[in-house]
């Protein structure tokens, strides 16, 4: 098995892009999901909010669909970490 990528490196990439995170944890049709809920959500929010919204309360479906996503990409990658972390140490021993 090979070493996966730190936790806080797929943060990042999260954060920075969505769906960059699930792609780098090996998950490329998960990060088209979330991306186009995230765009269908946001869109939606959009049509249905009033005018005098603010941007964030225009677009709060698809920021709600980021921010799992972001946690969802950074919790599969700190469990395939430790996994690997308490596997390397099992054979160390």
């Known amino acids: 098995m090979r070493r996966p990528l730190h936790p806080r490196l797929v943060l990042a990439a999260a954060v920075l892009l969505p769906g960059a995170g699930q792609v780098l944890n090996r998950m490329p049709t998960r990060a088209l999901i979330m991306v186009f809920f995230m765009l269908l959500l946001g869109f939606l929010t959009l049509q249905l ?29 700190r469990y395939r970490w430790e996994c690997f972390r308490q596997r390397s140490q099992a054979k160390g021993v």
């Open 49 to 77: 909010a009033a005018p005098e919204r603010s941007f964030v309360g225009r677009h709060a479906g698809g920021i709600f669909v980021y921010a799992i996503a972001v946690l969802d990409a950074y919790t599969v990658a």
